[in-house]
């Protein structure tokens, strides 16, 4: 195989992206091949991963430009790792999708705006030219931009203009800052970028740039304070769509603060300061906003801000114990997001509403289904042995040998929080007594679709919680491949080499 190789899946969602819209009107032929086309990216992205891990990091130089003078893609391990979660999480996605967003919605173009958003992602997970990564952040915004006002409701058009005013202003921070960068480097391309960054005698001005990347990926990873926009927003379109917002958006965000801060500005006291302060209070805010939250999908949002701070709070100790348990909190929470937010669409389609107060006994009729939500649910609570109990034992051990005792605190306290959160949800929608839910004339229940439908609602919420248990079971496979991503992380000069040292075959 070749270095190519790392291509296919990008240029696969280009395919899948642009075959789409010549079947417009053609719904049904949009859902076969939306899913046969994520099935197919799945494949790819594992043998893309299975290529990285056997033979270590890839370059290719697009144009055959060679570096740093043209566009360079990369797939080391955590790339390969990225693109791999895209792939799960856009898989199950496409199917939910297929069975719960309804034709009306399809007609305006969801399926190709939702593969061109997976192609942004892609990009975003492979590209090493840090002007590159803002194209493909742009290509994220306008996609999901347009993904959150299908439908044309008033909810989503005013939660439509929260989400696109602030990442518009993220990106002109962003861009500014590589603005910035290029003024003082002259280069674009990030491994050379971390070799001039670091002889710039200039620090303060190093320090400054750094901090303009940390506003600009803050805001689109919804770190405080600048997390406002998610939780106004990511309830409002179809659960589908926010399935996908809630496990992958903020999470490129996340890439980008980790690709940055391991590889470009490191070594900087000052800076990991400030990733740790704003971690704690991002770990402190989304917790409380999570507390007093009635709406199920407006506690899930406040849940991903909250755990956005377990990934940035590793970031912030730098210490490959950390990293390793950032990574591996990074892939249980993407997902373990995506199928709560799926799941929500879930309990809405039955009931006809997401209230915690006008749910219950949901436990009592849907036994099987709630044994079910109960997996990603204490999941995400970090209950052993399941998913996200083995990361915190990471960040746990990090911040003691470390000595960030406020970081310890800020871990234990949001994980009690999150636990009250998911308990009084669990108590509310499923052991209260069942309440009388007004029924809705025109609206879909779940009983009222066809079996079909049914299937394709129900299947990608389980795939996504046998994922959810082979990552809590199979915890040393992650915890491995965790810190191998933290090895890479921490000894740059491996991605520097592969980038800089390595030629594209002609």
Same mark, same amino acid.
């Given at each position: 195989m070749t270095p190519q190789l790392i291509l296919y899946p990008l240029l696969l969602q280009m395919l899948l992206a642009i075959l789409l819209m010549?079947?417009?009107?053609?719904?049904n032929a949009q859902r076969i091949i939306s899913m046969v086309g994520s #099935?197919?990216?799945?494949? +790819?992205?594992?043998? &893309?991963?299975?290529?990285?891990?056997?033979?270590?990091?890839?370059?290719?130089?697009?144009? /055959?430009?060679?570096?740093?003078?043209?566009?360079?893609?990369?797939?080391?391990?955590f790339s390969a790792t990225m693109v791999l979660l895209t792939s799960i999480a856009g898989l199950a996605v496409s199917i939910f999708s297929s069975g719960s967003v309804i034709g009306d919605?399809?007609?305006?173009?969801?399926?190709?705006?939702?593969?061109?958003?997976?192609?942004?992602?892609?990009?975003?997970?492979?590209?090493g030219d840090i002007f590159n990564l803002y194209v493909w952040f742009e290509i994220i915004i306008i996609s999901s931009f347009v993904l959150i006002t299908i439908g044309g409701e008033k909810a989503q058009l005013e939660g439509a203009v929260k989400y696109f005013t602030l990442n518009f202003l993220a990106s002109m921070i962003f861009l500014t800052a590589i603005a910035v960068l290029y003024g003082l480097t002259g280069s674009l391309n990030m491994a050379d970028l971390a070799n001039k960054v670091a002889a710039v005698e200039n620090r303060a001005l190093v320090e400054i740039t750094a901090i303009l990347f940390l506003i600009g990926f803050g805001i689109k990873s919804a770190i405080f304070p600048l997390y406002f926009w998610l939780p106004a927003s990511y309830h409002t379109p179809p659960s589908a769509v926010s399935a996908i917002f809630g496990g992958l958006l903020t999470k490129v965000g996340v890439y980008a603060l980790i690709r940055?801060?391991?590889?470009?500005?490191?070594?900087?006291?000052? #800076?990991?300061?400030?990733?740790?302060?704003?971690?704690?209070?991002t770990l402190f805010s989304g917790a409380l906003g999570a507390l007093v939250q009635n709406n199920i999908r407006k506690v899930f949002s406040y849940l991903i801000i909250c755990h956005i701070g377990y990934m940035i709070i590793g970031l912030g100790m730098f210490t490959e114990v950390a990293i390793a348990g950032t990574i591996f909190y990074l892939v249980h929470d993407i997902v373990v997001k995506t199928n709560l937010f799926m799941i929500s669409g879930l309990i809405y389609?039955?009931?006809?509403? /997401?209230?915690?107060?006008a749910l219950g006994g949901f436990y009592a009729n849907y036994p099987k289904l709630s044994l079910l939500m109960f997996i990603p649910l204490f999941s995400l609570v970090g209950i052993p042995p399941l998913s996200g109990f083995w990361p915190k034992i990471s960040l746990i051990t990090a911040s003691f040998d470390s000595g960030s005792y406020w970081s310890l605190?800020?871990?234990?306290?949001?994980?009690?929080?999150?636990?009250?959160?998911?308990?009084?949800?669990?108590?509310?929608?499923?052991?209260?007594?069942?309440?009388?839910?007004? +029924?809705?004339?025109?609206?879909?229940?779940?009983?009222?679709?066809?079996?079909?439908?049914? &299937?394709?609602? #129900?299947?990608?919420?389980?795939?996504?919680?046998?994922?959810?248990?082979?990552?809590g079971f199979g915890a040393e496979h992650i915890q491995t491949?965790?810190?191998?991503?933290?090895?890479?992380?921490?000894? /740059?000069?491996?991605?520097?080499?592969?980038?800089?040292?390595?030629?594209?075959?002609e």
């Amino acid at each position: 195989m070749t270095p190519q190789l790392i291509l296919y899946p990008l240029l696969l969602q280009m395919l899948l992206a642009i075959l789409l819209m010549f079947f417009w009107r053609k719904i049904n032929a949009q859902r076969i091949i939306s899913m046969v086309g994520s #099935l197919v990216h799945l494949a +790819v992205s594992i043998g &893309v991963f299975a290529f990285i891990w056997n033979n270590g990091t890839q370059t290719v130089q697009a144009g /055959n430009w060679e570096a740093p003078f043209g566009i360079t893609f990369i797939a080391d391990t955590f790339s390969a790792t990225m693109v791999l979660l895209t792939s799960i999480a856009g898989l199950a996605v496409s199917i939910f999708s297929s069975g719960s967003v309804i034709g009306d919605r399809l007609r305006f173009g969801y399926f190709p705006i939702f593969h061109f958003l997976l192609l942004g992602l892609t990009g975003a997970f492979l590209t090493g030219d840090i002007f590159n990564l803002y194209v493909w952040f742009e290509i994220i915004i306008i996609s999901s931009f347009v993904l959150i006002t299908i439908g044309g409701e008033k909810a989503q058009l005013e939660g439509a203009v929260k989400y696109f005013t602030l990442n518009f202003l993220a990106s002109m921070i962003f861009l500014t800052a590589i603005a910035v960068l290029y003024g003082l480097t002259g280069s674009l391309n990030m491994a050379d970028l971390a070799n001039k960054v670091a002889a710039v005698e200039n620090r303060a001005l190093v320090e400054i740039t750094a901090i303009l990347f940390l506003i600009g990926f803050g805001i689109k990873s919804a770190i405080f304070p600048l997390y406002f926009w998610l939780p106004a927003s990511y309830h409002t379109p179809p659960s589908a769509v926010s399935a996908i917002f809630g496990g992958l958006l903020t999470k490129v965000g996340v890439y980008a603060l980790i690709r940055v801060f391991t590889l470009i500005f490191v070594d900087d006291v000052f #800076l990991d300061q400030i990733l740790l302060v704003l971690a704690i209070f991002t770990l402190f805010s989304g917790a409380l906003g999570a507390l007093v939250q009635n709406n199920i999908r407006k506690v899930f949002s406040y849940l991903i801000i909250c755990h956005i701070g377990y990934m940035i709070i590793g970031l912030g100790m730098f210490t490959e114990v950390a990293i390793a348990g950032t990574i591996f909190y990074l892939v249980h929470d993407i997902v373990v997001k995506t199928n709560l937010f799926m799941i929500s669409g879930l309990i809405y389609r039955i009931k006809g509403s /997401n209230s915690m107060r006008a749910l219950g006994g949901f436990y009592a009729n849907y036994p099987k289904l709630s044994l079910l939500m109960f997996i990603p649910l204490f999941s995400l609570v970090g209950i052993p042995p399941l998913s996200g109990f083995w990361p915190k034992i990471s960040l746990i051990t990090a911040s003691f040998d470390s000595g960030s005792y406020w970081s310890l605190a800020a871990i234990i306290f949001a994980s009690f929080i999150t636990l009250v959160v998911i308990a009084k949800l669990w108590a509310e929608v499923f052991w209260k007594d069942a309440q009388e839910i007004p +029924v809705r004339p025109k609206f879909r229940y779940f009983h009222a679709i066809k079996n079909i439908k049914r &299937v394709q609602i #129900l299947v990608p919420i389980v795939f996504l919680s046998l994922v959810s248990l082979y990552i809590g079971f199979g915890a040393e496979h992650i915890q491995t491949l965790s810190a191998r991503i933290a090895s890479e992380l921490m000894d /740059n000069q491996q991605y520097i080499d592969a980038v800089l040292n390595t030629q594209t075959p002609e």
